[in-house]
């Protein structure tokens, strides 16, 4: 097999490391989860799923290191892992087998390498209805001797109402605190005051290791030691960084920069049914904690993702993604625009977005490229008197009704007598929204989804198939007729100066392998991910993608193509997309290119696609050599999976 770096192989670069892919997942439906009702399921729980195997491992490339590993595991690339992992996924549970052993089939998570062929604890088709509590902006809270008793009244209140409301995730979507790590004591007031609060989440960590209900509390523009500036953020990792969670069953791990972090709830706790995964993302993420939001999705293929993020959403119905504080011409923050664009839309598993920042309420559904439906929610009231007089969002899953439904409730809140509006009576605030939660889950363990993007692990090893390039014929002494430019960061699409063609193609899709496309499959949907940057990158009139009728390579130019690809010659006279009127600013978009996957999975010689200019406006998109791994082209191909 050609284009693929498997496990076991060398690094690309050539140092003395290996490429490596190690996806433990949690085995959470070969034992109910702990709860503080029946605490002896603690040392149950933990006999089957031994705490090396709670945090899913980072994948990567690069030179080994001694890690000085524990004992129990063994060190493999960067990371410990168990040993003796090799196995078999259970075909009742599915899911991802250990390291050396295979994927089982069928629906919910699967059991870990080593211990499959143990049935789930829960029907997966079972219609299980359980609701999350949305802790909007708590700074004004926490820098108030006197409104901290709101927050404090929050969590108290989702803990002595856990059974009785089914709440089994709290989600605090960022400004924990006012003033970061400013003044002479670094703010410490306003941390110990959030800390407290968040500790009833807890209760008695040495009696129920797991506290009471799992959490997430992602950092805001004011979390960061000097507020709005993302340089550092000392006093939230102190406070809540990782190592708050350590040992945690559901706390799945965080991002290199430790300031995103996931987490894993069940729609049933007490029996480990309905598993969703959580990702809880700073402030205007980063490429790099993007990159690693993916590769966990991919982890995990049969479960729906809820993300939590700070600044997303405008006010209103419908309402606004952000696209404020892009960085758009090198790798960076990425804006709620871009994160929809990168991380949201293909990866058909995220079907719910919290956030918080702005003051007020608002609500967006959007449908994807792949054609699945995203529910967006703004949740803030920290302007409201007393800091935000207690409210919170209670977002109930309601599988039962193929419904989710939003409520505000204050437990400080008193009608009549509080000063400020009662938003539990506003539709602003209370509403519901159709989604069938059963039917999202069943797509996603009736289809097979495959990323292919270069130098990332899309689920099945690294991919390394993809070449792209563009061509000129140099009138205008840019890209002279000859030149290579099969290493260039961006490629260049135009009509005018030197005519540029852009070339672009995934390698190595179709055959019997992990990761492959089977020859013949019948392709539901397949999109075309591009992220355009760079100076003067955007385009009125953009490009249309015609696929490829002969082959070429990165070294193919201009005058090697004899005078460039000419049409109907050397490709499809017909496109299969048009990119007028979607690359107007910088940013990402997804292109529907299931046309062309068809055609190859039929048995027509997959050649890739080049770019026609539609006019004279330039246009360059990242090529598969630009640095940021995320920004890369991406190739994102869903089939139905065949009994």
Same mark, same amino acid.
């Given at each position: ?82 040993? +003796?992992?090799? =196995? !078999?996924? %259970?075909? #009742? /549970? $599915?899911?991802? &087998? +250990?390291?050396? =052993? !295979?994927? %089982?089939? #069928? /629906? $919910?998570?699967? &059991? ?532």
């Amino acid at each position: 097999m050609t284009g693929r770096v498997a496990r076991g192989e060398p690094s690309p670069s050539g140092g003395a490391g290996w490429c490596y892919s190690t996806r433990w997942v949690v085995a959470a439906q070969l034992a109910p989860r702990p709860t503080r009702r029946d605490p002896d399921m603690v040392a149950r729980y933990a006999s089957v799923v031994p705490a090396s195997l709670m945090l899913v491992a980072l994948s990567g490339c690069g030179d080994a290191t001694d890690l000085s590993c524990g004992p129990g595991t063994v060190q493999q690339g960067d990371h410990c892992v168990p040993s +003796g992992s090799s =196995g !078999t996924g %259970g075909n #009742g /549970g $599915g899911g991802v &087998g +250990g390291e050396g =052993g !295979t994927a %089982g089939a #069928g /629906g $919910g998570i699967g &059991g870990v390498g080593g211990m499959g062929g143990q049935e789930p604890a829960c029907n997966p088709a079972e219609a299980v209805d359980f609701k999350l509590a949305l802790l909007p902006d708590t700074q004004h809270y926490s820098d108030s001797a006197t409104d901290i008793a709101h927050f404090e009244a929050q969590t108290q209140w989702i803990v002595a109402n856990m059974a009785g409301e089914s709440l089994v995730f709290v989600t605090l979507v960022g400004d924990i605190v006012h003033n970061g790590a400013q003044g002479s004591n670094l703010n410490q007031d306003q941390w110990l005051r959030a800390d407290g609060a968040m500790a009833f989440l807890d209760g008695d960590l040495n009696s129920f290791p797991d506290g009471l209900i799992p959490y997430a509390a992602v950092p805001g523009n004011h979390d960061y030691d000097v507020t709005w500036d993302k340089t550092t953020a000392n006093q939230y990792l102190t406070y809540f960084g990782p190592h708050r969670y350590a040992g945690r069953s559901w706390f799945l791990g965080a991002a290199p920069d430790q300031r995103s972090m996931a987490q894993l709830l069940f729609g049933d706790p007490d029996s480990g049914c309905q598993p969703y995964l959580h990702l809880g993302l700073e402030w205007l993420p980063t490429d790099e904690a993007l990159q690693w939001a993916q590769n966990l999705i991919v982890s995990y293929p049969d479960l729906p993702v809820i993300v939590s993020t700070h600044q997303y959403l405008g006010v209103g119905d419908p309402a606004a993604r952000s696209t404020s504080d892009d960085a758009v011409d090198s790798a960076g923050d990425n804006s709620a625009e871009s994160l929809y664009r990168k991380l949201v839309e293909p990866f058909p598993q995220v079907f719910l977005v919290l956030s918080g920042h702005i003051f007020g309420d608002g609500r967006l559904t959007s449908t994807t490229a792949l054609d699945q439906p995203v529910h967006q929610v703004l949740a803030d009231y920290q302007s409201d008197p007393n800091g935000g007089n207690g409210w919170m969002q209670l977002v109930e899953l309601r599988a039962s009704t193929a419904e989710v439904e939003l409520s505000t409730f204050s437990p400080t809140y008193v009608s009549g007598t509080t000063a400020g509006p009662d938003r539990a009576t506003t539709s602003e605030s209370n509403y519901a929204v159709a989604f069938d939660l059963l039917a999202h889950r069943q797509w996603l363990q009736t289809h097979q989804v495959v990323h292919f993007r270069q130098g990332q692990d899309g689920g099945h090893g690294f991919y390394w198939g993809a070449e792209d390039t563009h061509v000129g014929d140099g009138d205008a002494g840019t890209t002279p007729p000859a030149m290579v430019h099969g290493t260039a960061d961006n490629i260049r699409v135009d009509g005018d100066d030197d005519n540029e063609q852009g070339l672009l193609r995934f390698a190595d899709l179709f055959g019997d392998d992990a990761g492959q496309i089977p020859q013949g499959t019948t392709i539901v949907k397949a999109v075309l991910t591009l992220t355009t940057e760079g100076t003067a990158a955007h385009s009125d009139n953009g490009a249309r993608l015609h696929r490829m009728t002969t082959g070429w390579d990165e070294y193919s130019t201009y005058d090697s193509l004899t005078g460039g690809v000419q049409l109907p010659a050397e490709a499809q006279a017909g496109h299969d997309a048009d990119s007028a009127g979607a690359v107007e600013s910088k940013g990402t978009d997804s292109f529907d290119v299931t046309a062309s996957l068809q055609a190859w999975s039929d048995g027509e010689p997959n050649d890739g696609w080049v770019f026609i200019a539609n006019d004279t406006d330039r246009w360059e998109f990242r090529s598969s050599d630009w640095g940021a791994v995320v920004e890369r082209p991406l190739l994102t191909v869903v089939y139905e999976l065949l009994d």
